[in-house]
């Protein structure tokens, strides 16, 4: 499947936001909790993410396909975390002083539509965005790249490396969760 990428200020047809869902058909209303998760993103999408990038808070990229569907969205930032001995001493991630701040480039939303979900879209367009993030780490300086996940997506996370990085505040049950910029790096050297 090939597809192409818009910022949502660019999209032509800003209707098109509102047919895009992320709930898997297997996820019903019954599943409360998992539910309003799936209906926060979707809602993100709709309602806000074209005023986040306007407001120059967050950058959200459309992901289309041939006939200029969205399958998927992402929004990025810069930020900084405090990451706590746990996984400092598991990532030997440099730090200067003791839970001093990071800074980070941050994955604040990422989802694929339902129809494509478990058909290797989310790791193919995760795969883009790790390479987009080194690109920005290139020209900014960042030590980690910090994904907010769905705690149902933490082993889709885990898998290309990605630690909890323990933060204590964790928002509406997303973990936290974080690659150092060197460990990513190490993931394409030879690519």
């Known amino acids: 499947m090939e597809f192409s990428k818009v910022r949502i200020s660019e999209l032509d047809n800003q209707a098109a936001l509102q047919n895009f869902t992320c709930m898997p058909a297997r996820v019903n209303e019954q599943i409360h909790n998992v539910a309003k998760d799936y209906q926060r993103i979707d809602e993100f999408l709709q309602r806000r993410a074209l005023t986040m990038e306007q407001n120059h808070l967050f950058r959200t990229t459309l992901i289309l396909d041939e006939q200029c569907n969205i399958i998927a969205f992402y929004s990025l930032c810069a930020g900084t975390r405090t990451v706590f001995k746990k996984f400092r001493r598991e990532t030997h991630i440099?730090?200067?002083?003791?839970?001093?701040?990071?800074?980070?480039?941050?994955?604040?939303?990422?989802?694929?539509?339902?129809?494509?979900?478990g058909r290797g879209v989310g790791k193919r367009i995760l795969s883009v965005i790790l390479k987009e993030v080194l690109a920005v780490t290139r020209q900014v300086g960042a030590g980690l790249f910090v994904v907010?996940?769905?705690?149902?997506?933490?082993?889709?996370?885990?898998?290309?490396?990605?630690k909890d990085i323990g933060e204590p505040h964790k928002l509406d049950g997303d973990v936290i969760m974080a690659i150092t910029v060197t460990d990513l790096e190490g993931m394409f050297v030879n690519k």
């Not at 730090?95 to 979900?117: G, R």
């Not at 907010?148 to 990605?162: V, W």
């Open 148 to 162: 907010e996940s769905l705690a149902d997506a933490c082993g889709f996370y885990e898998q290309r490396g990605f």
């Open 94 to 117: 440099p730090h200067k002083a003791k839970n001093m701040a990071i800074p980070t480039v941050e994955l604040i939303w990422f989802a694929v539509a339902d129809e494509y979900q």
